[in-house]
């Protein structure tokens, strides 16, 4: 069984491709330095970043698929499904091997695969477009973001999608809030990205615990404002709840019961 060892980077991977065919050996799986090696493992390789390969294969794969399909690989990439390195891997050695399309070939089970964790990755991106919530907080920069900039408000939102999609929503919100300055931060990875309204740049937390209790925002960062509309929308979404009618199930089925700790309307009214 060969290996090839390589830092678990898109660009890696593209790389990995190059040295697949210039080798002519195609690898059973795919490590980095320090994961445990399969017991059948006999032959090893360590692929090493080089700009030239990256963009030769880079390149050469915008030419070859659609659009759709290269979304396809970007999605399952970032699904962070086990082996799912290995699925986009041999999914594109696939299509520099075939001499037409293979993005229909659903006979294929590696098309097949990237094909449906695609649509699961797809389906977490806009619910995370629906069902994100943003707080709006007083100078959180201040004291727990590594940042240099002291503003006084921003929107700050919390997420823990089950796939790393938020890369995948950045364009959405600042297309939809382009006036406001805000910021999304995914605890379940532990980073995140701020809106200074020119750009988007990554932001962390240097201490999560004060500005995120129990995977909710510190009531002690909320200007008065957000906190006065909270209680207002909290109490206005109840009022217009008939009783009668809540149906637990469909609310499931419509928005699932993971998001529901981040919304305000399904906080329960403090008497």
């Known amino acids: 069984m060969l290996a090839f060892y390589y830092d678990k980077s898109f660009e890696s991977l593209l790389c990995a491709v190059f040295d697949a065919f210039k080798l ?30 990256y963009e030769r294969v880079r390149v050469a794969l915008i030419n070859k698929i659609s659009k759709v399909a290269l979304r396809h690989l970007m999605y399952v990439w970032l699904s962070e499904l086990s082996e799912s390195d290995l699925i986009v891997f041999r999914y594109i050695y696939k299509v520099f ?41 007083n100078n959180p920069v201040k004291d727990v973001v590594e940042r240099n900039d002291r503003k006084d408000k921003i929107y700050f939102s919390i997420i823990a999608p089950i796939y790393n999609v938020l890369p995948l929503v950045l364009k959405f919100f600042k297309e939809r809030f382009a006036d406001q300055k805000w910021a999304i931060y995914d605890e379940k990875r532990e980073y995140g990205y701020i809106y200074n309204l020119n750009s988007i740049e990554p932001v962390s937390l240097i201490d999560k615990e004060e500005l995120i209790i129990n995977s909710q925002v510190n009531q002690h960062y909320l200007t008065e404002d957000e906190i006065l509309f909270q209680t207002m929308w909290l109490r206005y979404c109840n009022a217009l709840t008939i009783k009668e009618r809540i149906n637990p199930k469909l609310q499931r089925q419509q928005m699932p019961s993971r998001f529901w700790h981040y919304l305000p309307e399904m906080k329960p009214i403090s008497k």
């Open 24 to 53: 002519k050996k195609m690898p059973e799986c795919l490590l980095t330095t320090g994961q445990v090696e399969p017991l059948l493992v006999s032959d090893r390789h360590h692929v090493e970043f080089c700009d030239a390969k």
């Open 97 to 137: 091997k075939s001499s037409k399309s293979i993005e229909t070939d659903f006979a294929d089970q590696d098309v097949l695969t990237v094909h449906d964790i695609a649509k699961k990755v797809s389906r977490e991106r806009h619910r995370v477009m629906q069902f994100v919530r943003f707080n709006a907080i």
